[in-house]
């Protein structure tokens, strides 16, 4: 018995001594002191900033969330505790003085680790590599002569705005504040309540220059693509490493984490993929779910059966109408050549397009076959017909004051038109109050496309503009289609056969002559099939761009279309005061010329038709009208003129600056210019030439090419129509009246009638 007393005394004080033990868990012996305090009290005090810091640390439907966010819970949960998540005013050095503080146990916010801070509070080993990212505005780069091909590192970007007068914005209390004032000291740094109130005082213009994380800027894009529009991300960044901040009273907490962060790292993800993650469009419902939605296929095919009855019931329309007013009518003019046929076309195909955008992919290639054709002819006749005016222009004798007058008339007429293009930006004000919508249709235009800037100033640019004019190999302008080095080739080749000595010259000048008919023949027999290729252009632009853009900037459409009506009244003026016939026959004889350059969108396209016609007029001297039709056409651009001088007033007007009286006047004369450099340009590509007006104003370049582009081509058809008319009109205004007996300069045709 007393034997079986002592064994239960022992048993009794073996497991009181193991009571402990077994109340503390199965580890709970292993673990560091302050962690075993953190379990037992059961809770982890986490310290995030009180700013919203996406994808990082966000509040999203009334829940904390973001990568920080989940991470702590991760790390909560490994613990066996629950997280109490503190947000903490002040920024990110506010959350590092609540944890030096022990405010909390550890903080995280897109944490940037550096040496000042290290002093205060543990640091864990960086989990991720963010970037300082700087954000520029657009107008004060392009005021200060910035080009960001020439920033190609930080030092670079403090050289060029560590200087008086300009100012720099950064989040208030984070780490780039100490940073931005290490590198720009001469500066005023600018404190913004968060990264998007930094991004905003750039866009504003109330800074030139951010610094923000970059994630920061990229869901500031992402949310508004307008901001492009006035700032734009430089190339250079500083590297931002993200860690966690642990209480100094907790050293093996910090410990803990770094195994933690070693074992079970962030999974490797590039920042868009984290932004599209956290904050991307929601995907596609689960398959279990779609049956729960009340059937939606039969709802949408009633919808396009309803699209499908309404666009086949307006093309039935417009057909019949087209039928009883055009076809049916007894007219000299086959009804495909009808201008109404071609407005039809175009206004159907348009509808199509607004309605069945896939169409465009099967309409698209052969209408792209169709203008392949038409562009070309542009060389052969742009040739043909330069060298052949050239030298009736030199050949004749009788031709000196001919000459003068378009050296006096052309200056005249295109200054004219550019002062009216200047004035009327003035009254329209097109850029006025430009929206951020629009903006974003702008940005998102603007990708992909690479407009360059001009080097070094006006000088510069004119010598650049000579190097693309002299060809160094006279095929290689043929075979690229480089029409402004084609038609330096054909002026001095004409003026090399006037001043020939060879008899046979006129010959040569024949050939020249039966090039140009056989191309107008070429041309009037594609026209038959013009209504159809605006039928799938006009299908193909809607499909692509869609209302919105035309409606954005509808304003600039508007006055650059008041700016070129001038140009075809005063052509018809002319017409009629020197031909001396009614406008209706103005009409009849000068209207296809019209409607062939509207719709091919090429004035040089109309040249042959244009010479017929205007030769075969009694009233004026036809050898004059051979050589000055081709040269008023080309060189006196009434709308181009308006176009240069218009769009850099739309373009300062959307930046909010105030062009002085001596500006305006400038950007006049610059426009000549750029006219005289467009010479021969066939497209858009003329557009790019903007560089010259907006280099030495200081307005940014890349903005004003893609608005030119955009309004270019929605009135592109309008430039080249009122082109054609006024080639037209000009060319009668300098030519003499009809000879009693016509010179036989190398024209050996004999008058009409």
Same mark, same amino acid.
């Given at each position: 018995?007393?034997?079986?007393?002592?064994?239960?005394?022992?048993?009794?004080?073996?497991?009181?001594?193991?009571?402990?033990?077994?109340?503390?868990?199965?580890?709970?012996?292993?673990?560091?002191?302050?962690?075993?305090?953190?379990?037992?009290?059961?809770?982890?005090?986490?310290?995030?900033?009180?700013?919203?810091?996406?994808?990082?640390?966000?509040?999203?439907?009334?829940?904390?969330?973001?990568?920080?966010?989940?991470?702590?819970?991760?790390?909560?949960?490994?613990?066996?505790?629950?997280?109490?998540?503190?947000?903490?005013?002040?920024?990110?050095?506010?959350?590092?003085?609540?944890?030096?503080?022990?405010?909390?146990?550890?903080?995280?916010?897109?944490?940037?680790?550096?040496?000042?801070?290290?002093?205060?509070?543990?640091?864990?080993?960086?989990?991720?590599?963010?970037?300082?990212?700087?954000?520029?505005?657009?107008?004060?780069?392009?005021?200060?002569?910035?080009?960001?091909?020439?920033?190609?590192?930080?030092?670079?970007?403090?050289?060029?705005?560590?200087?008086?007068? +300009?100012? $720099? @914005?950064?989040? *208030?209390?984070?780490? !780039?504040?100490?940073?931005?004032?290490? &590198?720009? #000291? /001469?500066?005023?740094?600018?404190?913004?309540?968060?990264?998007?109130?930094?991004?905003?005082?750039?866009?504003?213009?109330?800074?030139?220059?951010?610094?923000?994380?970059?994630?920061? +800027?990229? $869901? @500031?894009?992402? *949310?508004?693509?307008? !901001?492009?529009?006035?700032?734009?991300? &430089?190339? #250079? /960044?500083?590297?931002?490493?993200?860690?966690?901040?642990?209480?100094?009273?907790?050293?093996?907490?910090?410990?803990?984490?770094?195994?933690?962060?070693?074992?079970?790292?962030?999974?490797?993800?590039?920042?868009?993929?984290?932004?599209?993650?956290?904050?991307?469009?929601?995907?596609?419902?689960?398959?279990?779910?779609?049956?729960?939605?009340?059937?939606?296929?039969?709802?949408?095919?009633?919808?396009?059966?309803?699209?499908?009855?309404?666009?086949?019931?307006?093309?039935?329309?417009?057909?019949?109408?087209?039928?009883?007013?055009?076809?049916?009518?007894?007219?000299?003019?086959?009804?495909?050549?009808?201008?109404?046929?071609?407005?039809?076309?175009?206004?159907?195909?348009?509808?199509?397009?607004?309605?069945?955008?896939?169409?465009?992919?099967?309409?698209?290639?052969?209408?792209?076959?169709?203008?392949?054709?038409?562009?070309?002819?542009?060389?052969?006749?742009?040739?043909?017909?330069?060298?052949?005016?050239?030298?009736?222009?030199?050949?004749?004798?009788?031709?000196?004051?001919?000459?003068?007058?378009?050296?006096?008339?052309?200056?005249?007429?295109?200054?004219?038109?550019?002062?009216?293009?200047?004035?009327?930006?003035?009254?329209?004000?097109?850029?006025?109050?430009?929206?951020?919508?629009?903006?974003?249709?702008?940005?998102?235009?603007?990708?992909?496309?690479?407009?360059?800037?001009?080097?070094?100033?006006?000088?510069?640019?004119?010598?650049?503009?000579?190097?693309?004019?002299?060809?160094?190999?006279?095929?290689?302008?043929?075979?690229?289609?480089?029409?402004?080095?084609?038609?330096?080739?054909?002026?001095?080749?004409?003026?090399?056969?006037?001043?020939?000595?060879?008899?046979?010259?006129?010959?040569?000048?024949?050939?020249?002559?039966?090039?140009?008919?056989?191309?107008?023949?070429?041309?009037?027999?594609?026209?038959?099939?013009?209504?159809?290729?605006?039928?799938?252009?006009?299908?193909?632009?809607?499909?692509?761009?869609?209302?919105?853009?035309?409606?954005?900037?509808?304003?600039?459409?508007?006055?650059?279309?008041?700016?070129?009506?001038?140009?075809?009244?005063?052509?018809?003026?002319?017409?009629?005061?020197?031909?001396?016939?009614?406008?209706?026959?103005?009409?009849?004889?000068?209207?296809?010329?019209?409607?062939?350059?509207?719709?091919?969108?090429?004035?040089?396209?109309?040249?042959?038709?244009?010479?017929?016609?205007?030769?075969?007029?009694?009233?004026?001297?036809?050898?004059?009208?051979?050589?000055?039709?081709?040269?008023?056409?080309?060189?006196?651009?009434?709308?181009?003129?308006?176009?240069?001088?218009?769009?850099?007033?739309?373009?300062?007007?959307?930046?909010?600056?105030?062009?002085?009286?001596?500006?305006?006047?400038?950007?006049?004369?610059?426009?000549?210019?750029?006219?005289?450099?467009?010479?021969?340009?066939?497209?858009?590509?003329?557009?790019?030439?903007?560089?010259?007006?907006?280099?030495?104003?200081?307005?940014?370049?890349?903005?004003?090419?893609?608005?030119?582009?955009?309004?270019?081509?929605?009135?592109?058809?309008?430039?080249?129509?009122?082109?054609?008319?006024?080639?037209?009109?000009?060319?009668?205004?300098?030519?003499?009246?009809?000879?009693?007996?016509?010179?036989?300069?190398?024209?050996?045709?004999?008058?009409?009638?």
């Amino acid at each position: 018995m007393r034997h079986v007393s002592r064994i239960v005394s022992l048993s009794f004080l073996i497991v009181l001594l193991a009571l402990p033990c077994l109340g503390a868990g199965p580890h709970a012996s292993s673990m560091p002191g302050d962690i075993r305090e953190i379990q037992q009290s059961g809770v982890l005090r986490i310290g995030v900033i009180e700013a919203q810091a996406p994808p990082f640390v966000f509040v999203k439907d009334g829940r904390l969330t973001g990568v920080d966010v989940d991470l702590a819970r991760q790390m909560v949960a490994a613990l066996g505790v629950r997280p109490e998540f503190v947000r903490i005013p002040g920024g990110w050095d506010g959350l590092v003085d609540a944890v030096a503080a022990s405010t909390v146990d550890m903080g995280l916010s897109e944490l940037t680790k550096n040496v000042a801070r290290a002093q205060r509070v543990f640091f864990s080993r960086p989990y991720f590599l963010s970037h300082a990212v700087f954000i520029a505005n657009r107008l004060a780069m392009a005021q200060n002569r910035i080009d960001d091909a020439d920033l190609a590192s930080v030092q670079d970007v403090a050289r060029q705005f560590n200087a008086p007068g +300009f100012r $720099i @914005a950064t989040m *208030a209390h984070s780490a !780039l504040e100490p940073v931005l004032r290490e &590198l720009f #000291p /001469s500066a005023e740094i600018m404190s913004a309540a968060s990264p998007q109130a930094a991004i905003a005082m750039a866009y504003e213009g109330q800074a030139d220059l951010a610094m923000v994380g970059e994630a920061a +800027f990229e $869901i @500031a894009v992402q *949310a508004d693509p307008g !901001l492009l529009y006035k700032i734009d991300r &430089l190339a #250079p /960044s500083l590297d931002d490493p993200c860690a966690i901040a642990v209480s100094p009273g907790r050293p093996d907490l910090l410990r803990w984490i770094n195994d933690y962060l070693e074992v079970r790292p962030l999974p490797k993800a590039t920042l868009g993929e984290i932004v599209d993650q956290y904050l991307g469009p929601t995907g596609p419902a689960p398959k279990e779910a779609v049956p729960a939605v009340a059937e939606p296929a039969p709802q949408g095919e009633s919808v396009a059966m309803r699209d499908v009855a309404l666009v086949a019931l307006l093309h039935i329309l417009v057909l019949g109408v087209l039928w009883a007013t055009v076809v049916r009518r007894p007219c000299a003019q086959h009804w495909l050549l009808s201008p109404w046929t071609v407005l039809a076309a175009m206004g159907l195909g348009g509808l199509t397009g607004l309605y069945f955008p896939f169409l465009a992919a099967y309409l698209s290639r052969p209408a792209g076959l169709y203008m392949g054709f038409w562009r070309m002819c542009v060389l052969p006749i742009m040739v043909a017909a330069i060298v052949t005016s050239t030298y009736r222009l030199l050949a004749c004798g009788g031709n000196a004051r001919l000459i003068k007058r378009l050296l006096v008339w052309t200056p005249l007429l295109l200054l004219v038109s550019a002062l009216l293009g200047v004035g009327i930006g003035i009254v329209g004000r097109p850029g006025a109050d430009f929206s951020k919508e629009a903006q974003g249709l702008l940005a998102s235009m603007n990708t992909g496309m690479q407009a360059a800037q001009p080097d070094g100033g006006l000088y510069d640019q004119l010598m650049n503009m000579v190097d693309t004019i002299v060809p160094d190999n006279l095929l290689a302008p043929m075979v690229n289609n480089e029409n402004l080095a084609v038609l330096f080739v054909a002026i001095f080749f004409g003026v090399a056969v006037a001043a020939g000595k060879k008899q046979a010259k006129t010959t040569l000048i024949d050939i020249m002559d039966t090039v140009l008919e056989s191309f107008t023949t070429m041309i009037r027999m594609s026209l038959y099939l013009l209504p159809f290729a605006l039928y799938a252009l006009s299908l193909d632009f809607i499909a692509s761009t869609g209302l919105e853009l035309m409606l954005a900037i509808l304003r600039l459409v508007v006055c650059l279309t008041l700016a070129f009506l001038p140009g075809g009244l005063l052509s018809l003026a002319f017409l009629r005061i020197r031909l001396g016939i009614p406008l209706p026959a103005i009409w009849r004889d000068f209207g296809p010329i019209f409607l062939l350059s509207f719709s091919t969108r090429s004035s040089v396209l109309s040249m042959p038709i244009g010479l017929e016609r205007l030769k075969n007029y009694p009233q004026i001297d036809r050898a004059q009208i051979t050589a000055a039709y081709p040269f008023a056409l080309l060189v006196c651009h009434y709308a181009y003129a308006a176009f240069f001088a218009l769009t850099p007033v739309f373009v300062g007007q959307a930046f909010g600056v105030s062009f002085t009286p001596g500006q305006y006047i400038a950007i006049a004369f610059l426009a000549l210019l750029c006219v005289v450099s467009a010479i021969g340009t066939i497209g858009l590509s003329y557009v790019l030439l903007l560089a010259i007006v907006c280099g030495p104003l200081g307005l940014p370049l890349e903005p004003a090419v893609v608005v030119g582009m955009a309004a270019v081509s929605i009135v592109d058809p309008i430039i080249s129509g009122v082109q054609a008319l006024f080639g037209c009109g000009v060319a009668t205004l300098v030519v003499d009246k009809a000879k009693p007996a016509p010179e036989a300069c190398g024209d050996v045709e004999q008058p009409a009638g």
